[in-house]
């Protein structure tokens, strides 16, 4: 069995970076579907048990200059709900930060002497021949080179004895390459044969590129870090404490401590602290930061509670039925992160771009640097060289590591914060495909709550034929069973538990109740069980044409009474199909009901198309037989039955008032049940794919245009770092304007 694992990878800084630490885990034996992740700066990969040795894939990451923390626990096991992920010091931030000072506090002077020095007020304040200038510049360069910049050469030197090259390895040819040319023409101007010649060193090149490459990275982190902003937001709705009745009397305790079984009470204003059934008291709740609906939602004895919303008024008793990461909470945390950590199918072709990018453009300067010593008029080393170094830093693959992953962990966030949770990176991008979607009826476009409206008998009193079918459909699972069971509940009818109970799969039950047979059903099991049905057909058609589900109901052979069961539409349905509608998104709705009762349900939300009289095993064909007419098919549905429908459409969206199964079996998962919420999901797809794009756009052309500046002498490589550096914050910044993105 595979085990996945999911760890935090530090020192990776572009593209590149992320296809090598991809390939050195992949070459282990039993390691499978390895993913990592620029933005959130994790692995994630999947293995046998009984093969891996975590140790030793720690080792071979540490070999190329990057560090696998092995030391935090493995989040597929962790707590989601920890706030120790963003409590802990950043000591990479830290030294970041503290290399950035100290480097450009040297560096300002070094810029300053190096371009004053042309200018004759300056050179007649300051004391120093061009000679002694050069090797002040040195002694001030040098420490800027390998104390804030040794993180640099330290990846470089790794990645040089394993014959590979990424991001670190271009800042390090570049600026060493500068650093040392100038190094040696100040020591040693005899070996170069330049002594008393008015030669250009490259000192403040070299150190306002690090400098820049620094600041760059210090700006890049913190933009990232706001791209988590949502899971930050969510781990914050969990209180500190919890107040539950201990032996009697009300206990203030750690959240940490409370156990499943607890009581807890909640006052007006307090946040819930985990899910619960409500036991005494009723008040409305705040669910917005879990579901998105804004408005409260009125709760009394009986009812769910989630943990993380708020109490508006009223004080509530509850019982506790789940914590920390089993709770609806701790799920939403675990679908996010799951998704930010994965990758979308256009990521796949980025990795591609990335693996051979450095290589490419290590030749390309290569080139550059011949074509300038070699073939211009004047065989200049020096222009050679500068333009060498400005190919190599323009060039560095930063934005395009963090083009896709950004964008995705930003929509992903905006969608947990509208109640659309996507479970991958994969999912994310297709929605934005969808060409039809398909609906399943009950509980997704209904309330899936029937109600009895009415019920007409033949030849026996109401209450008699009402406890015969209500214990009858007291072994029965079906939505309408339980508006049967509640009708007779309202009653005050005892029930009987049936004998021989049969259930006939989209036709009805049967079994023997107080000696009697009773069959509940459709007409089509009303007449295959040879039941006489003319004393109640003309009323059955009339109810049927209404557009209501009719019941028969046969007591020892006889017809002896129709029930009329109605499942209001959500209020939403019919707004949410017209959205779609109005996207160029054909609709579908399929059902078991009869053609009447189906076209009737159609024709109120403005479905134009359906499938009526469908049996639970027809609806995977059904979304087959759209996929075979090329159409991208997004399925909506919230049972038992709908999971293989879910599975089998390209996007399974799951209402999150469902089953266990269908949720889990679904790529999306709508937490109110809102249908309004489909829709949302295909806006977020649009505007999370449209930010990728435009991401990509500009990092590739960003290479494409600047690239051959450098290479023909018209980019200074200062301006080519500062450039290099703030391409990576454009990207980062702009996807986070998605978290402002409104998606009804």
Same mark, same amino acid.
């Given at each position: ?100 000072? /100290? ?18 007020? /300056?050179?007649? $304040? ?46 390090? @040819? ?130 769910? $509670? ?19 990461? =089993? ?28 693996? $051979?990018? *450095? ?24 222009? %050679?060289?500068?333009?060498?170094? %400005?190919?190599?830093? @323009? ?7 963090? %083009? ?17 949770? @996507? ?62 069971? &509640? ?44 039941? =006489? ?10 109810? *049927? ?5 009719? *019941?028969?109901?046969? @007591? ?36 078991? &009901? ?54 089998? %459409? ?95």
């Amino acid at each position: 069995m595979l085990k996945k694992f999911d760890f935090p990878v530090e020192g990776m800084t572009c593209a590149s970076c992320v296809t090598r630490v991809e390939k050195i885990i992949k070459k282990f034996d039993g390691v499978k579907y390895v993913s990592v992740n620029l933005a959130t700066e994790r692995v994630n990969f999947e293995a046998e048990n009984d093969k891996i040795n975590l140790p030793e894939i720690s080792e071979a990451v540490k070999e190329y200059g990057y560090e696998l923390k092995l030391d935090e626990k493995e989040k597929i096991s962790g707590d989601f709900l920890s706030e120790n992920k963003f409590e802990k010091s950043d000591d990479f931030y830290k030294s970041l930060k503290s290399e950035f000072i /100290f480097a450009i506090i040297i560096t300002i002077p070094i810029f300053l002497v190096s371009m004053l020095m042309d200018y004759q007020f /300056f050179q007649s $304040i300051w004391e120093f021949n061009q000679d002694e200038t050069r090797k002040i510049l040195l002694v001030l360069t040098t420490p800027v080179i390998f104390i804030s910049g040794k993180r640099f050469f330290k990846v470089f030197w790794k990645n040089l004895k394993h014959f590979s090259a990424e991001m670190n390895s271009l800042i390090a @040819i570049g600026t060493g390459a500068a650093y040392s040319y100038s190094t040696l023409v100040t020591l040693f101007p005899n070996f170069l044969n330049i002594e008393g010649k008015d030669v250009h060193v490259y000192f403040e090149t070299a150190a306002v590129i690090i400098t820049l490459i620094l600041m760059g990275r210090l700006l890049e982190h913190k933009a990232k870090n706001k791209t988590t902003y949502a899971i930050k937001k969510l781990i914050e709705l969990k209180p500190k404490t919890a107040n539950i009745i201990h032996f009697g009397n009300e206990k203030v305790i750690n959240i940490s401590e409370l156990k499943r079984g607890d009581i807890v009470v909640i006052k007006p204003g307090e946040k819930i602290p985990a899910d619960g059934e409500i036991i005494s008291g009723s008040s409305s709740i705040d669910e917005s930061m879990v579901t998105g609906e804004s408005i409260p939602v009125e709760k009394t004895v009986g009812e769910k $509670i989630i943990g993380g919303t708020i109490n508006k008024n009223g004080t509530l008793n509850f019982k506790v039925t789940q914590i920390g990461d =089993n709770s609806v909470l701790g799920q939403i945390i675990r679908l996010v992160e799951q998704a930010q950590a994965s990758k979308p199918p256009i990521q796949k072709l980025v990795d591609k771009i990335a693996g $051979i990018f *450095v290589p490419i453009v290590i030749l390309l300067a290569i080139i550059t640097f011949i074509g300038w010593f070699i073939f211009t008029s004047d065989h200049s080393f020096n222009n %050679a060289l500068i333009n060498f170094v %400005a190919v190599l830093i @323009i060039a560095c693959p930063c934005a395009l590591g963090l %083009a896709t992953p950004t964008a995705i962990i930003v929509g992903t966030g905006l969608g947990a914060s509208n109640g659309v949770l @996507i479970r991958n990176g994969e999912s994310l991008e297709l929605a934005n495909k969808i060409s039809t979607i398909i609906f399943d009826k009950t509980g997704t476009l209904t309330e899936g709550k029937p109600v009895v409206s009415d019920l007409i008998t033949f030849g026996i009193e109401q209450n008699e034929i009402l406890k015969l079918a209500a214990s009858l459909e007291s072994k029965s699972e079906h939505p309408l069973a339980k508006a049967i069971i &509640d009708k007779a509940k309202n009653a005050n009818i005892e029930l009987n538990g049936p004998d021989n109970f049969k259930n006939y799969s989209g036709f009805g039950v049967a079994g023997t109740i107080d000696n009697k047979n009773v069959i509940i059903g459709n007409m089509n099991l009303m007449k295959e069980s040879s039941i =006489n049905v003319e004393n109640g057909q003309a009323i059955y058609n009339q109810k *049927v044409n209404d557009g209501k589900t009719v *019941v028969c109901i046969a @007591i020892e052979g006889e017809l002896k009474g129709l029930m009329s069961i109605e499942d209001n539409l959500k209020a939403d349905s019919a707004d949410a199909v017209k959205k779609l509608n109005e996207m160029k998104i054909k609709t579908v709705m399929i059902t078991g &009901d009869n053609k009447k009762i189906a076209e009737q349900i159609a024709n109120k939300v403005g479905i134009k198309e359906f499938k009526a009289e469908v049996l639970p095993d027809e609806k995977t064909e059904i979304v087959k037989q759209y996929q075979m007419n090329k159409e991208i098919v997004g399925m909506v549905g919230d049972g038992i039955n709908d999971a293989p429908a879910l599975a089998q %459409a390209d996007v399974g969206i799951a209402i999150g008032t469902g089953t266990d199964v269908a949720i889990e079996t679904a790529q999306i998962t709508l937490v109110k049940g809102s249908l309004n919420g489909v829709v949302k999901a295909i806006n977020l797809s649009h505007k999370t794919l449209k930010t990728i794009k435009q991401n990509l756009f500009w990092a590739f052309i960003y290479n494409t245009v600047l690239i051959p500046l450098a290479a023909f002498g018209m980019l200074d490589p200062m301006f080519a770092a500062l450039a290099m550096s703030l391409s990576s914050v454009s990207v980062v910044t702009n996807s986070l304007r998605l978290r402002k993105a409104q998606l009804d």
